[in-house]
């Protein structure tokens, strides 16, 4: 992966794209219907972060059935690993960062073996 210091920070300069990648970095693969719970945003908004994140390759994406579940990607250097896991550690007392962590955790129904049914 050829990914740049430049566009790891243009990705991260968007709160919604930043707030959906610490989630991620602290969560594992979280599907759009958790993103969408956790951030108090219609899907289509998150789904269009997420298709930019994607397509710096930053995340990867799995479809199950209608839903489409995200994570870190796993060809992301180590050095871009390093500065999300230390944004998680600088932000998780700080909103909105502490909230989308409660929100998701406070998700009902939250996926397991059916998504968002």
Known sequence: ??????SLFSSLSHEIRLRCLLLM????????CELTHALGLAQPVVSRHLALLREAGLVSDRRA???IHYSISK????????????????TQTQEPFQSDLLNL?????????ACCA
């Open 75 to 90: 060809a992301l250097p180590a050095w871009a690993h390093d500065i999300l896991a230390q944004a998680v550690l600088g």
């Open 105 to 113: 955790a406070e998700m009902p129904n939250r996926p397991g073996a």
């Open 1 to 6: 992966m050829s990914l740049t210091a430049e």
């Open 25 to 32: 970095q602290q969560e594992g693969e979280l599907c759009v």
């Open 65 to 67: 059935g209608v839903w």
